[in-house]
């Protein structure tokens, strides 16, 4: 491990352009379940068809509504872990260090990250399902059993979290594509990559001449790639990483 965590750090230590990607498993260690976990993951516990897609929320809203209520009250319960706050450092001794998510959560932000491409959404942020104006969540939402209703138009305030069938935001997408394809290395951690079109984007960062890291306990379809492939939680394996750079 040693050994792979120097090669990372010497493919590092020069670069002037670096992205990361980053996916469930980097919350993990923070509390926060993971999708695709046989036993905890949260896709194996619910069905995604009911919980996260138009004909889910047409069907029942108020059950889609409490459980985002529900993994809302769930991260805000949680810190950030020694991943996303090394992530966070990790940031500022580059030239330009681009920091794209596919998780809801905010823990980047409250980790210290300043800017974050949220590929699938955000928790923390609400909108009409019928006219997009962006909505408030007020105290009395949370516990809340049907979603409340926009003010504007009467239809239903949904989070603004990418659900299956639907696109990527653009702004984001748009960063996320020119990342990739500027950055020297790319770090990809805690994800299955699997769901597309994120995991398009070490692809296109390989295509382009960087390398891959890649941060995982376990493999994945991206760990061929991997120019480096760390097989550590990330809480341990990125602190690591930030040490050695530091060391010199
Ligand atoms: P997954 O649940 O598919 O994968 C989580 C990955 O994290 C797995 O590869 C684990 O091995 C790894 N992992 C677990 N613990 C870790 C740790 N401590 N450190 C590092 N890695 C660890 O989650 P995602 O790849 O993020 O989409 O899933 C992608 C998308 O699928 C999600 O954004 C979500 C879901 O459907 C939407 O909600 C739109």
Redesign the pocket.
Known sequence: MHKRLAAAAALLRDAQAVACL?????S??SGVA????AAT???SKFD?QQL?SQAGFAADPGLVWRWYMDRLQKISSVQPNP?HIALAKLAARFAQFDLIT???DDLHERGGSPTVYH???SITRYRCNRCAAPYTLQPQDITAQTPPVCPRCRGPIRPD????GEMLPHHEMEEAWRAARECEMMLV???????YP??QLPQLALQHGATIIE????P?PLTPIAGVALQ??????LPALLELLDAG
């Open positions: 980053t996916g469930a498993g980097v993990a260690e993971t999708f695709r976990d993951g949260l896709w995604p996260a991943g596919q998780n809801i590929l699938h959404g979290i990418v659900w299956f951690v805690g994800t299955s990559g699997i769901v994120a995991a941060i995982n306990p376990d994945t550590a939680p990330s809480g341990e394996a």
